[in-house]
């Protein structure tokens, strides 16, 4: 085997806490804020230069895209400013920040820096309690009870600024001395500031540089000189022009008067109410079903965690993105009536056999994951982090876990802006000028909404049969039973995954599964699938299932996932043949979730009401491309309309 090459995924920040200077970058050789003040000099030049304390005044909503996040310090100063202003209207997120830095800092780190400001320092610890796994990629984050939205984007900025979608309304441009670090004021990374500027976008920099200057005047920017802060003399602002902001597509808007229609209350369902509601829009949930989790969403426990892969796909960035902002989610959760069960310390994921395992360690050895993301460890080490012996080496997870999805839901739901309509089955939404009018399975009238969000999962093609013929249902099984501990003493202290997984509640059952029967939507219990799960839990250690009551006395649910060719879900605007009329009402999916709705759909949730809000995304640009709901669709027919002009017939025709 070919030793593997090096693709570290991330190189983070080293801090040499015994330096002289902590805010000093041995890699840069630059400083990450002024020595004469880091709290005054980012205020001054940053939020003043942006004209920011007039815009909060005012509770106007303020995007702000900075170039190097560092010791997050300018973030936090901005949200200083803004959280001393009182916004009586405010009914969602007030200020989206997003930040791209290629060397995060640890969250001990960050801590340490900007220990100095004690204003500072409830809103740092509401940071560091969810600072992101140091993966690359978008991280989102809730802070101030949902006053601000922190998109961090780790990578290099000439790699992921064409990935962000706008608008902004200030750009703060922090990337250590032009002299020092080219790649951070390059034309290139000009180049995409109009593109994402909103109308009257602003741009701030401590730098003075002539080079700055004129970039920043040849893509539009009206550029001004400014008394700096400490020992700079000058500083750079710049207003873009009228004419080099970009004319957007409009953005398309529904009649707010009237509440959003969510058909479908499992997880994708209710974590698109939560989102919207966040942002202070009124929900209407609807479901068939008298009770929530009544379809896939309503197992005994979900297992949440990161899939790895070589190429950092899709698959690896949604799972990843999905857990970080999930375990920071559930913790904001807290305050309602529900508090959501669960625990987030960790899950094992065993080496399936001698191929997975040679495949697996591969990538451990190629990616050098940060070990708190996760580590490649022998069967030894597993056994003692797990409990329970094991032969296989495989991945550890310390920021995995595991949830209870009722409470989770019911955690979602507990907004006074949700509505939920449940035991209503929707059977057709018939467009009627700019609305869809809902009616009920007997023909009655149920909802009027100029925006409707389908969340129905596999039943999808009842309402969109072009995109609903792309998801197929697929059977699953969990089987659970109550240990009887007493006989061999096996506890399983985290989820363990191989073939199938293994989990122990703290009310003593044991959950384990799960059968995948893909095309059989049949939902009885099957004895046959209750063995076929025992051997899955005895492949991970036989005493697992010895240790059980007699099979017979298990207990079982069985639910439909709703899969996809590519194992992605189906997430955006439609734009479907029944809504295109000039004032079509607006319609979106979030179905296909397969088997990990509860791993990514909250953060999917975000991205949606982004999209519906106009807000900038929370997902890369060729991650929500590679979700967007009439791919195949398209894609089919793109492949029909290229064997017609060689004057082939389609082979399925
Ligand atoms: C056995 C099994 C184990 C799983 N384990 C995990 C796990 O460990 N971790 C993880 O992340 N994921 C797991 N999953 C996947 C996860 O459960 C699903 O991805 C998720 O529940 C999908 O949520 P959903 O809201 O899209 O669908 P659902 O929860 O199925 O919700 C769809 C809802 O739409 C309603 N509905 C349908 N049609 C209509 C209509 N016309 N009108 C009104 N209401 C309607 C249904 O009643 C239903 O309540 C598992 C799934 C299964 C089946
Ligand atoms: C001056 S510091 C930012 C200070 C920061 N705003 C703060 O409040 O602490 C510059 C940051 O840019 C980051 N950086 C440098 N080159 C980069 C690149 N090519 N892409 C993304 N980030 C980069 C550095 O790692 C560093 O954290």
Request: net charge negative; glycine share 10%; hydrophobic share 40%.
């Amino acid at each position: 085997m070919n030793p593997p090459s090096d693709k570290r995924l991330l190189e983070p920040a080293r801090i040499d806490p015994t330096g002289q200077d902590e805010a000093y970058c041995n890699r840069f050789g630059d400083i990450y804020y002024s020595r004469a003040g880091g709290f005054e000099e980012k205020h001054h030049v940053f939020v003043a230069g942006n004209g920011l304390p007039d815009r909060f005044a005012n509770g106007t909503v303020t995007r702000v895209l900075e170039f190097g996040f560092g010791t997050g310090l300018s973030f936090l100063v901005t949200a200083q400013a803004l959280l001393q202003t009182t916004n009586p209207n405010h009914g969602g997120p007030e200020l989206h920040f997003f930040s791209i830095e290629k060397h995060p800092l640890s969250r001990e780190d960050m801590l340490r820096l900007v220990s100095p400001w004690p204003v500072l320092h409830a809103l740092a610890e509401e940071l560091a309690d969810q600072w992101p796994d140091l993966v690359p990629g978008f991280h989102r984050r809730n802070l101030a009870g949902g006053r601000i939205t922190l998109t961090l984007v780790f990578g290099d900025v000439a790699q992921v600024l064409p990935q962000i979608t706008g608008p902004f309304d200030a750009f703060f441009l922090d990337g250590f001395s032009p002299g020092l670090n080219t790649d951070m004021w390059s034309d290139s990374v000009f180049r995409h500031l109009p593109r994402l500027s909103a109308p009257g976008a602003r741009v701030a920099t401590y730098s003075s540089a002539r080079s700055v200057a004129d970039g920043l005047a040849a893509v539009g920017f009206q550029i001004s000189h400014l008394p700096g802060y400490g020992a700079k003399k000058t500083m750079l602002t710049g207003v873009l022009s009228p004419s080099s902001v970009p004319h957007p597509t409009p953005r398309p808007s529904w009649d707010q008067r009237s509440p959003v229609v969510v058909i479908g209350a499992g997880v994708a369902g209710l974590t698109t109410a939560r989102a919207l509601a966040r942002r202070g829009i009124a929900v209407q949930v609807f479901d068939s079903a008298e009770d929530l989790g009544a379809g896939g969403s309503g197992n005994a426990a979900g297992i949440v965690c990161p899939l790895i892969s070589m190429d950092w796909s899709e698959l690896s960035q949604l799972t990843a993105f999905g857990l970080g902002y999930l375990r920071a989610d559930l913790a904001r959760l807290q305050g309602a009536d529900v508090t959501p069960g669960g625990c987030f310390s960790g899950v094992i994921q065993l080496a399936r056999d001698a191929r997975h395992q040679a495949r697996q360690s591969l990538i451990a050895d190629t990616l050098r994951l940060d070990p708190e993301f996760a580590r490649w460890l022998s069967a030894d080490a597993l056994s003692v982090m797990g409990g329970v012996p094991v032969t296989q080496p495989g991945w550890f997870f310390p920021r995995a876990g595991w949830l209870i999805p009722g409470d989770y839901l019911q955690a979602l739901a507990d907004h006074p802006l949700i509505e939920l309509k449940l035991g209503i089955p929707i059977a057709q939404i018939i467009p009627q000028d700019a609305s869809w009018q809902g009616l009920d399975t007997d023909g009655h009238h149920q909802f009027e909404s100029g925006c409707v969000v389908l969340a129905n999962a596999d039943a999808l093609g009842d309402f969109l049969p072009e995109i609903g013929e792309y998801i197929t249902a697929c059977r699953g099984q969990v089987s659970v039973s109550t240990r009887q501990n007493a006989r061999t003493g096996l506890d399983i202290s985290m989820p363990m995954m191989r073939e199938g997984y293994g989990l122990d509640l703290p009310d003593g059952r044991r959950v384990f599964g799960a059968s995948f029967k893909p095309g059989d939507q049949t939902l009885v219990i099957r004895m046959s699938e209750q063995l076929e799960n025992g051997e899955r839990l005895a492949a991970i250690n036989p005493e697992l299932c010895r240790s059980l009551e007699a099979v017979s006395h298990w207990q079982a649910r069985v639910a439909l996932r709703a899969t996809t060719p590519d194992r992605l879900p189906f997430v955006g605007r439609v734009e479907s043949k029944i809504t295109e009329t000039s004032t079509s009402p607006l319609l979106y999916v979030n179905a296909g979730h397969g088997s990990r709705g509860f791993t990514w759909c909250g953060l999917l949730a975000e991205s949606l009401a982004a999209e519906i809000l106009g807000e900038p995304s929370p997902l890369p640009t060729s991650l929500r491309v590679a979700l967007e709901p009439t791919r195949f669709a398209r894609r089919e027919a793109r492949r029909r309309a290229s064997l017609s002009i060689k004057g082939r017939a389609p082979a399925t025709d």
